[in-house]
């Protein structure tokens, strides 16, 4: 399968750690958020979204925190496993606009060491 | 139940050659993106659909690039006379409804123009 991210920002962590994947969003009216994985040779997955009114959101294992005071967004995974190992994208957008284009960030590679 | 998507999964044409790629979506989808992703980087809008109305085509490079979706289900996007530059992983996405719902990726199509 095709390679992605051949020279993105990396994250090393052990298996077992918690892992934090942050992302700075560029436009401040956007209203909705979005987390993806993305494995080689696939099209990124769908991890988890909030949207503007919250700041905190939590699924199996993510959570994800937004901080539109600073234009941040942050992916935390528990217990890092080796399954995890792939490149994250954060997503945003503004309703607004036009309709539910999101725009995406350049994304971070999670290297999940045994 | 079953994905996006995609087809071909690879394409090489020659320069100046005209393709169609073509995009099935999630059954009961509403809404369906294209978007073009470079190695190493996040997927690039091209446009989008709801039903079979196209309501933004703000992504497309030049007027090379035009995509239907005729029916409110499959969609193409075709590129005339292909150029070397065209050459990109180019991803179809769809949407539960076109305001703050996921999207979900297909696989994509790697077109190689020579």
């Known amino acids: 399968g095709e390679s992605v991210g051949l020279h993105l920002p990396t994250l090393s962590v052990q298996e077992g750690d918690n892992s934090i994947i942050n992302c700075a969003y560029s436009?401040?009216?956007?209203?909705?958020f979005i987390w993806y994985k993305q494995e080689s040779g696939k099209g990124p997955q769908f991890i988890i979204d909030i949207r503007s009114n919250m700041d905190k959101r939590q699924g199996q294992r993510v959570t994800v925190l937004l901080n539109k005071t600073v234009k941040h967004l942050s992916l935390q995974i528990a217990a890092t496993q080796p399954g995890d190992s792939a490149v994250y994208f954060c997503?945003?957008?503004?309703?607004?606009?036009?309709?539910?284009?999101?725009?995406f960030g350049g994304g971070t590679r999670v290297l999940v060491k045994p | 139940g079953a994905g996006v998507s995609q087809s071909p999964r690879y394409k090489v044409t020659k320069r100046g050659q005209d393709v169609a790629l073509r995009c099935d979506p999630i059954s009961g989808h509403v809404s369906l993106y294209w978007y073009r992703q470079a190695l190493g980087q996040g997927p690039e809008f091209l446009t989008y659909?709801?039903?079979?109305?196209?309501?933004?085509k703000s992504g497309l490079p030049n007027d090379r690039f035009s995509a239907e979706r005729p029916e409110g289900s499959i969609s193409t996007l075709t590129i005339q006379r292909t150029e070397q530059r065209d050459s990109a992983m180019y991803r179809c996405?769809?949407?539960?409804?076109?305001?703050?719902?996921?999207?979900?990726f297909g696989n994509g199509t790697r077109l190689t123009v020579t």
């Open positions: 436009n401040s009216a956007s209203d909705y």
């Open positions: 996405a769809s949407s539960l409804s076109g305001t703050n719902s996921p999207l979900h």
């Open positions: 997503a945003e957008n503004f309703i607004l606009t036009a309709g539910n284009k999101l725009t």
């Open positions: 659909f709801n039903y079979e109305a196209q309501q933004d």
